[in-house]
């Protein structure tokens, strides 16, 4: 069996957008998320000034309120999906073959915890109900999509779209076909 070799991170846009986004909720979580779950002197003041700010012009009233099932979240947050992002960043940027399957678990598990999130908002009748919609549904389309990336293929990481087999034809030979 032949050893499959990644493409170069710079081949691979998706997976460079996928990092990024694994680098900021990395700093989402460590700066505001965490701050619902552990105490306030861990905090320096211009973190929690963030927070502040965000329950203030964002609405968001899970960081404000914090009932018991959020903190539940973040908690899985913390111990689950920090370590596995971690692992995603580097899988993703080596291209390394395990990569697949933390990339598998981080996607079920990211999406299936904010089923819960996304419930209590639609029924929370919050006035900043869109925007606080559009800040925690993002952790369900990204890794919805890291999800559709990694499943199709044993190994994804050799093409920069795994789930497109495409070939780019140069114009004499599509013109040659026309004919």
């Known amino acids: 069996m032949a050893v499959k070799r990644a493409l170069p991170i710079n081949k691979r846009p998706l997976d460079i957008a996928f990092i990024a986004f694994f680098v900021l909720s990395l700093l989402i979580f460590l700066v505001v998320h965490s701050q619902a779950v552990c105490p ?3 905090f320096p003041r211009f973190m929690k000034n963030i927070v502040r700010a965000r329950i203030k012009y964002a609405g968001d009233f899970l960081m404000r ?4 099932f959020f903190q539940g979240i973040v908690l899985a947050e913390i ?7 971690l692992a995603n960043i580097y899988a993703f940027y080596y291209g390394k073959g395990w990569g697949r399957m933390t990339g598998i678990v981080y996607g079920v598990h990211s999406a299936s915890i904010m089923v819960p999130v996304i419930f209590e908002i639609f029924y929370a009748r919050n006035v900043h109900m869109k925007k ?6 993002t952790y ?5 999509l890291i999800l559709v990336r990694v499943l199709p293929r044993d190994y994804p ?7 497109l087999n495409f070939k780019r034809e140069s114009r004499s030979k599509r013109y040659q076909k026309a004919c």
């Open 40 to 42: 306030g002197w861990l």
């Open 65 to 68: 309120d914090k009932p018991r």
């Open 79 to 85: 111990f689950v999906q920090i370590p596995l992002i």
């Open 132 to 137: 606080v919609l559009f800040y925690y549904m």
């Open 140 to 144: 369900v389309v990204v890794p919805l």
């Open 157 to 163: 990481f050799d093409r920069p779209f795994p789930f």
